[in-house]
């Protein structure tokens, strides 16, 4: 039982740099999440997917891209890496918006200096 | 004033004691409400749904509150392992897809 895989798990970026954060799940869940946790915070929420070919905006988009080509995959952007990136990233998914909870992968631990 | 708000912390309870949390959220098109619990910043993991009628699982109740928008964690007889962080999540009900976490309440139980 994968669930929901996040790679990589660790990452250091110098400013401008661009990387793609991955995110997999083998459970058919329609929905899927980005989220990213700054310390002493709550998880705030960057894009969102309720299907292959949807994406929608969350709270904090700036700064971040998004695609979800198929159910499986939703990998996040960042194109110009700033220090105010800095940040641990979580991907969820769900199998519905309304009643159903996320399931979590174990987060990307990600610094830009 | 912040969409889902929550108590601010630390919590800092002896073990045996009886803690309770508060979450206050302002959209109330919203329909569906979760407590998830948060360790060392590890991946949230889901404590309970809640529910219109309230739901207890074990020494975890929890209540919703629509009129007054919002909802409430009680635990019963702390131990040491609740130790972590409590999330109070809310979704958007008129904004499908839209799960908003609180910023979290840290709780301590002390031998």
Redesign the interface.
């Known amino acids: 039982n994968a669930g929901v895989t996040q790679t990589p798990k660790f990452r250091i970026l110098k400013i401008g740099q661009s990387m793609t954060l991955q995110c997999a799940q083998d459970m058919n869940h329609n929905?899927m999440?980005w989220?990213r946790?700054d310390p002493g915070?709550?998880?705030?929420?960057i894009y969102?997917?309720?299907g292959a070919g949807i994406t929608?905006k969350?709270?904090v988009p700036n700064g971040y891209n998004v695609s979800r080509s198929t159910t499986e995959d939703f990998p996040l952007r960042l194109e110009l890496a700033a220090p105010s990136q800095t940040s641990?990233y979580?991907c969820a998914s769900?199998d519905n918006?309304?009643?159903s909870?996320?399931h979590?992968?174990?987060?990307t631990r990600l610094t830009v200096t | 004033r912040k969409e889902?708000e929550?108590d601010p912390g630390p919590f800092n309870v002896p073990e045996g004691a009886t803690v309770a949390f508060n979450c206050t959220y302002s959209n109330s098109a919203s329909?569906?409400f979760?407590w998830?619990r948060q360790d060392c910043?590890?991946?949230?993991?889901?404590l309970m749904?809640v529910y219109s009628s309230g739901n207890e699982d074990g020494r975890f109740t929890a209540q919703l509150n629509r009129a007054s928008q919002y909802i409430s964690l009680l635990i019963r007889d702390s131990k040491l392992s609740d130790s972590a962080t409590y999330?109070c999540?809310v979704?958007r009900?008129n904004q499908?897809?839209?799960?908003?976490?609180?910023?979290?309440t840290e709780l301590s139980v002390k031998p």
Do not use: A, H, T
């Open positions: 929905y999440y989220y946790q915070m709550g998880l705030k929420l969102y997917s309720v929608d969350g709270e641990v979580f769900s918006s309304y009643n909870p996320l979590f992968g174990n987060g | 889902v929550q329909q569906s979760f998830y910043r590890k991946e949230p993991k889901l749904s999330l999540v979704n009900g499908g897809g839209k799960l908003i976490f609180g910023q979290g």
